[in-house]
């Protein structure tokens, strides 16, 4: 960094001393000069983008905000797990003969169940989803599977054609996959030829 030298017309960087021991001239330096060195790196939108995703904070967020919601975030998260503590905890009390419920005593009951309440219709959900999908598969015309096999075929055969020229020596896994599939994928397409209407769901 370069020290400035202040005179009657104006600013200016002083005589410096070259390796050869020659000097260099003073130079005049205009009011808002900002010198090489220190001038800020230029740096594109997207490493701003990826320096911001190292540093966890998403792009365009300020930091400070960032920290302040992450840390507002893990209070609520202990408050909510000291209340599920006491919650579990605290046994219900026995009632005294005689003694209506108060409306606060059940209004506070749904909401400790509410996330077992949750994880059941999660659950059920599930498995609702997974009985459908086993029951009812898709319908596929033979056509269309006809038309996909055929697919697949030209591509083992693009792939087999590459080998053979020499154009391609390592095949990666899913090429490998697809021709060793080639005898069942013409298995298939003759079943469907012979006999479509078996195929059809």
Sequence with gaps: MSTYLQSSEGKFIPATKRPDGTWRKARRVKDGYVPQEEVPLYESKGKQIVAQRQSGVPPGMCPVMAA???????????????????????????????????PASTS???KSNQPSKSREVDAI???????????????????KQLKKLRKKI????????????????????????????????????RDLE????????
């Excluded at 029951?135 to 056509?143: L, T």
């Excluded at 080998?163 to 020596?169: C, D, H, T, V």
């Excluded at 490998?176 to 298939?188: A, C, G, N, S």
């Excluded at 012979?194 to 769901?201: E, G, I, K, Y």
């Design 68 to 102: 302040e919601a992450k840390k507002e975030r893990e209070k609520q998260e202990r408050t909510r797990a000291k209340k599920l503590d006491k919650d579990v905890g605290r046994q219900p009390k026995a009632p005294t003969p005689g003694v209506a419920a108060t």
């Design 108 to 110: 506070q009951a749904p």
């Design 125 to 143: 959900s599930k498995t609702l989803d997974e009985k459908l999908k086993l029951d009812a598969p898709p319908e596929v015309d033979a056509a």
């Design 154 to 189: 030209r591509e083992i055969e693009q792939i087999e054609i590459r080998i053979k020229a020499g154009e391609q020596k390592k095949l990666d896994k899913d090429q490998l996959d697809k021709v060793k599939k080639k005898p069942e994928i013409l298995r298939q397409i």
């Design 194 to 201: 012979t006999n479509p209407a078996q195929h059809r769901s």
